[in-house]
């Protein structure tokens, strides 16, 4: 768990990186009233931006008036969105102290604290009733949490009979070796990484039914590019805020990364079922 903490604390994308940036877009914060859409260019840390939110909404059927559980929420980016598009109710649970609080910043920053709210929490133990929520969302996340079957039971007792749950994860391949693995969970706090059928067993196990898995590899493989030529292009700023020994640390972090993904050791998954 700590390594967990420990890694987005470091982590490049922040608060104060999706500030920074709007500044530089708009030249200062005092420009205006500020709406989420002014956010989503910066505040989309995941993969595949507004459009992947968009299709999990799809998949768990969101739309006004959806209770919506946000796991592992991070600064709230998705949670915003689907609240101020989808007319939904967010509740966006988050474990690391600095991004909770971030999120719940940026939310009042856009005037949305009416349709999401940000509780710090355990996602392996929910502070919720059974059958609280239409519905859970989860993106890149579960891959931090080594009981996994834990957060599935869990999402399974908080929503409704008939609740979705649907989330996007990083899965490994065959070819993944012992070594990889643990660079990745030292690295990346990755852990226990499942395979597409570990996860439809998985999701199986905790109550769920209807299990669809959709296979993002080819998909994640041109994001993650883009992604690494953003970073190296946000260099200059990631040095200012973090100096040069962080920044090449996560750069060779991510390019590792990127060339298990492109040597097909590594992929991702697009998971949906119901209650």
């Not at 709406?35 to 989309?44: P, V």
Request: hydrophobic share 45%; proline share 2%; charged share 25%.
């Amino acid at each position: 768990m700590s390594d967990v903490l420990d890694f987005y604390d470091r982590h490049p994308i922040s608060e104060a990186q999706v500030l920074a940036a709007l500044r530089r877009r708009r030249g200062a914060l005092a420009g205006g009233p500020l709406t989420a859409d002014d956010l989503f260019e910066f505040d989309q840390d995941h993969y595949g931006g507004l459009a992947a939110v968009d299709t999990l909404a799809r998949l768990g059927g969101i739309r006004a008036g959806t209770r919506l559980l946000d796991l592992c929420a991070g600064l709230g980016g998705p949670a915003r969105f689907l609240a101020s598009r989808r007319s939904c109710q967010v509740v966006a649970l988050e474990l690391n102290a600095g991004r909770a609080g971030g999120a719940a910043r940026l939310t009042r920053l856009v005037g949305l604290r009416h349709r999401v709210s940000v509780v710090r929490a355990d996602a392996t133990r929910l502070p919720f009733a059974a059958a609280r929520f239409d519905v859970c969302l989860s993106q890149e996340a579960f891959l931090h949490i080594a009981d996994k079957a834990a957060v599935l039971r869990e999402a399974h007792r908080v929503l409704v009979p008939g609740g979705r749950l649907v989330f996007t994860d990083w899965v490994a391949r065959a070819s993944l070796g012992d070594g990889e693995r643990r660079r990745l969970e030292d690295w990346m706090a990755a852990t226990t990484l499942q395979t597409l059928d570990g996860y439809r067993g998985l999701l199986g196990a905790a109550g769920f039914h209807g299990v669809t898995v959709e296979d993002l590899a080819d998909e994640w493989r041109a994001v993650l590019r883009r992604r690494l030529e953003m970073f190296r292009a946000m260099r200059e700023d990631t040095v200012a805020r973090l100096g040069e020994a962080r920044y090449r640390e996560y750069d060779a972090l991510y390019a590792f990364f990127v060339r298990l993904i492109e040597a097909g050791k590594l992929g991702g998954g697009r998971f949906s079922a119901s209650r």
